[in-house]
Nanobody, 120 residues
């Protein structure tokens, strides 16, 4: 099982970006999918998560600006980021709670990280 994230880049304050993360491999089902971010020297923090029934959770710092969604048919989670601020600059990691096919083992998987830089 692999998670492949994409969509990071450089954007000006007030701008928007959309991150995507696709899970692939021998997957039976996916429970929670989410996004975390990490600044150098700081702990990784939850940005947003979404369950298989589309219940969402957001960090207070991004409420009203970021929207998490998922396409269960594509095993993909998205993060629409609007009104970006310099303090949103970080490496963003996707995360998924996956039950593998055949073994039915449930594990947490991480994507490789994608850099978001908000700067003028």
């Amino acid at each position: 099982v692999q998670l492949q994230a994409s969509g990071g880049g450089l954007v000006q304050p007030g701008g928007s970006l959309r991150l995507s993360c696709a899970a692939s491999g021998s997957i039976f089902s996916i429970y929670v999918m989410g996004w975390y971010r990490q600044d150098p020297g700081k702990q990784r923090e939850l940005v947003a998560s979404i369950t298989s029934t589309s219940s969402t959770n957001y960090a207070d710092s991004v409420k009203g600006r970021f929207t998490v969604s998922r396409d269960n048919a594509k095993n993909t989670v998205y993060l629409q980021m609007n009104s970006l601020k310099p303090e949103d600059t970080a490496v963003y990691y996707c995360n998924a709670d996956i039950i593998r096919a055949w073994t039915r083992v449930r594990s947490t998987y991480w994507g490789q990280g994608t850099l978001v830089t908000v700067s003028s």
